[in-house]
């Protein structure tokens, strides 16, 4: 799995980011492309700790993922230099914050 996950690295088909507070991680989060036939699509998680909910850490890292995806040329028109918004999301125990981003949800 490690082997995978640095290989996916490499290729720039997946990427982690966290936040800190005084020097703690209080968010984790990574994107990352799908392959074979759906490698139009993309995966996001995100968690955010206790205590640091609610404050517009998951909205920055959203923001952030978003503009790392369009930067790869993932799921969007290249004449478009804004973020990709288009997408899905199935679960999630944050519904605004994938709304807030332009996402609908699939089922």
Partial sequence: MATQTISRLEKDEQ??????VDKK???SSDF???GGTEEHSGEIGI???DGY?????GTEIMKTLLEQAASLDFGHDSENSSPPTNGQFTFTRRLVLFRRAGFRKAF
């Fill in 25 to 27: 991680v209080v968010a």
């Fill in 15 to 20: 990427f982690f980011l966290v936040a800190e």
């Fill in 47 to 49: 968690a955010v700790r």
């Fill in 32 to 34: 990352q492309i799908q």
């Fill in 53 to 57: 909910r609610n404050l517009g850490i």
